[in-house]
Each structure stands twice: as structure tokens, then as C-alpha cells.
């Protein structure tokens, strides 16, 4: 089992909330539950319509991972900030990243290719396959052909190079001014994206679940929202722990209110809100900032004894690029003929369920420790060939960000 004296368990329940929001949504859960209960308690079946409130769990973890990887990258980037403005640290810090992220994600846009070939009989292009391989598909417009859940890692990829490069510029610029320049580009990146997003609400053809949601250029509020978190963390530690207990309570109630916008309620149920103005553009911001009031009580987290269930949570949390990576093509499987007409009754349906997210979850721990491990653990190598430090120590948890 790996060591666990340098990760923050808070944080990585957050992480492992986040990453099984995804995979279970995705599975269908709401569905899965509405047709159990319906079957198991028929008295309780005019108001099975509930379980849609599941629906959007996808959304919701997603948003939480863009926020997790902005405080988590942005700790990393004030732990070495005296080094940032230097050329060598930068590129050292891109290689980490990309060790970190990009050869499982090479490895899944290939596996993609093949499961179009032989699923779908699509044939992908090469340039169809290097434009998702290096997250250009939904930068400034939307155009994902294959691998539709590459969206958000592109925004983050696109968060990793962009992001450090404008604050290496603005060290150099604002010499002595390091929580200047941090805080001005943090800002500067927060604006481009809700100016951009307001701009794009004026198209016809604007929605929230798509456009709006999967583009680059109007996702990195979400992420400065965790950025911003970060110096508040490492410049204002007494206030981020005092107010820890009141922020997450206000958190929590932001997050209810922003989820509640998601419907249109009912006495049987629940459907989606129409498309308004204010969801295609600032709900997305208070969806963010209902997490980012979550970390300070969540990076104070760390129980005084491990159990099982601490383990397992930490392990899902170890284990979530790769799940997040495997478990929609595994679940487009699932969902051919044979699979679909095998689940036609409300128990073997709830069967498949179940298998098809152990399996999911089983394969993204062999893709971890036979792949993702080993190649991240590559990185540690780089300050000796590049003659510029000494390795650093164990990855800490502030250095695994989520990809979601």
C-alpha cells in the first residue's frame, strides 16, 4: 500500500467524490435506482421521477476536479515561485506535468481509436487523431468526433501550459511583486473566460451542456477559482483555518442553491431548467465557488486512524485519471444489443450496473500501477538529466492533480 503521510485525506475524498460522480452518472444510476425501487416498493413508483435529480452528476464532478486541479497546481506554483521566473524550473515543471498526465492519455487516445474502429466501424485520420491527442478539438470551438470525455482534459492541459507561462512573463515583468503578479494573472485568466463565455451566450446556437460547458477559453474561471483558493491557503493561513467550519457550511448551501437552478421541479419529478442567460455564463462561476469554499475544511481533513474505508477512499482517489479514462468507452460496451437485451428486466439490468463499474474501476487500478505509476515515477529522473537540482522527494499530494 503506498505511504500515505503525504497526502491530505481530505482532499482526496473530495477527488474520489468527484471521479465517482462521473463514473456513476454515467452508468446510469439514476435510472438503475428509479426502476429497483419502482419494482421493489410499487407504492413509491409515481415519484421514481426523484432519482433524475442524479442526472447531472457528471457535471457537478467535473466541475469539482477543475477546481481541485487549480488549488492544487497553483500550492505547487507558490511553493516554488522564487524558481518560476526562471526558464529551467518551467520547463522542469512542464516535464513533471506531462510525465504526470500525458503518456496515459496518449495511451487511452489510441485505445479510442481502435474502439471506434472495431464498436462504431469509424475510421480515425491521423490528423482527426493528433488534433484530440494534442487537446485541440475544443479550444476555442467545439469539434470532438471521438473520446467526447477529452473535453475537460483539455481545458486542463491548455490550464498547465498557459498558466505558468504567463506568470514565468509577469515575474520577469513585476520583479519583487510575486503575489502581484500571481494574483494579476490569476485574475487576468479569470476574466478572459467569463468575458469569452458572455460572448458566446449571444450565439444562436449557445447552451450550457455544450458549447458553453466544453470550451477552453471559457472554462479557466473554474480553475482560478481553486487557484485563488491556493494563495489564500498559503498567504492567509491563520483566516483559512479559522473559517474553515464556516466556509464549507456556506459552500454547501451555495452548491444546493446552484443545483437546485439545474431543474424544473414538479410533484412526480424533476426536469432539466430551460437554457437561460444566467446558466450558460456565472452559474458555472458559483458552481465553482460552492467547491472552492470547500477545501479549507477538506485540506484540514486527516483521520487519526486509517481504516479500510480510508484506504479505499484514497485508492479511488489514486485511481481517478484512469477511471476516468476507461469507464465511458467500457460503458459504451455495455450498451450494445447483446449487453442491452441480456438487462431487459429490472435485476439483471441492476446486475450489469454493478459489473460494469467494478470492471470499470478494477482496470483503472491495473492501468495505474502497470502504466500510470511507472511512468510518472519517470519524472523523478528529470532534475539529473537536465543538470538543473537534485530529484525532489515522494510526490506529495499537492503534486497529483486530478485530470478529470
Known amino acids: 500500500m503506498e505511504a500515505h503521510s503525504n497526502r491530505v485525506f481530505g482532499l482526496d475524498c473530495l477527488r474520489a467524490l468527484a471521479i465517482a460522480s462521473v463514473v456513476l452518472a454515467h452508468a446510469s444510476l439514476a435510472n438503475n435506482l428509479a426502476d429497483t425501487t419502482a419494482h421493489l416498493v410499487p407504492a413509491v413508483a409515481p415519484y421514481i421521477g426523484w432519482f433524475g435529480l442524479l442526472w447531472h452528476g457528471g457535471f457537478v464532478g467535473v466541475e469539482l476536479f477543475f477546481v481541485l486541479s487549480g488549488y ?27 510525465f504526470r498526465t500525458l503518456p496515459l492519455f496518449w495511451l487511452f487516445v489510441a485505445l479510442n481509436v481502435v474502439f471506434e474502429a472495431s464498436l462504431h466501424h469509424r475510421g480515425i485520420g491521423l490528423g482527426e487523431a493528433l488534433g484530440h491527442a494534442f487537446f485541440l478539438r475544443n479550444f476555442a470551438s467545439i469539434s470532438l468526433t471521438f473520446m467526447p470525455e477529452s473535453w475537460s482534459l483539455a481545458v486542463e492541459e491548455w490550464f498547465y501550459l498557459l498558466f505558468p507561462a504567463a506568470l514565468w512573463l509577469a515575474l520577469r515583468v513585476m520583479r519583487g511583486a510575486v503575489d502581484w503578479a500571481f494574483l494579476l494573472c490569476a485574475a487576468a485568466f479569470f476574466l478572459l473566460a467569463v468575458v469569452t463565455r458572455t460572448l458566446g451566450a449571444t450565439h444562436p446556437g449557445a447552451a450550457w451542456e455544450g458549447a458553453q460547458r466544453c470550451v477552453v477559453l471559457y472554462r479557466f474561471d473554474a480553475l482560478m477559482m481553486g487557484v485563488l483558493a491556493a494563495w489564500i491557503s498559503v498567504r492567509q493561513p491563520a483566516a483559512w483555518r479559522r ?15 446552484c443545483y437546485a437552478n439545474l431543474w424544473h421541479f414538479s410533484r412526480s419529478g424533476v426536469a432539466s431548467a430551460p437554457e437561460s442567460f444566467f446558466a450558460e455564463t456565472f452559474r458555472f462561476d458559483f458552481f465553482s465557488l460552492s467547491f472552492a469554499l ?61 459489473v460494469k463499474v467494478a470492471v470499470a474501476v478494477g482496470l483503472s487500478a491495473a492501468f495505474f500501477y502497470l502504466y500510470e505509476s511507472p511512468c510518472t515515477r519517470l519524472r523523478e529522473k528529470i532534475p539529473f538529466l537536465l543538470g538543473t537540482a537534485a530529484a525532489p522527494g515522494p510526490a506529495s499530494v499537492a503534486d497529483r492533480p486530478p485530470a478529470s
Open 72 to 98: 492544487l497546481i497553483g500550492r505547487i506554483l507558490l511553493r516554488t515561485i522564487a524558481q518560476t521566473a526562471q526558464g529551467p524550473s518551467l520547463f522542469l515543471f512542464y516535464c513533471r506535468r506531462w
Open 243 to 257: 473559517h474553515a467550519r464556516a466556509a464549507a457550511w456556506l459552500g454547501g448551501a451555495l452548491f444546493v442553491a
Open 294 to 354: 470547500l477545501l479549507p475544511l477538506a485540506s484540514r481533513w486527516t483521520p487519526t486512524r486509517e481504516t479500510r474505508w480510508h484506504g479505499g477512499v484514497r485508492k479511488i482517489a489514486l485511481w481517478s485519471y484512469a477511471l476516468y479514462l476507461i469507464h465511458w468507452p467500457l460503458f459504451q460496451i455495455a450498451d450494445i444489443p447483446l449487453f442491452k437485451a441480456w438487462a431487459g428486466t429490472w435485476d439483471t439490468a441492476a446486475a450489469l450496473f454493478l
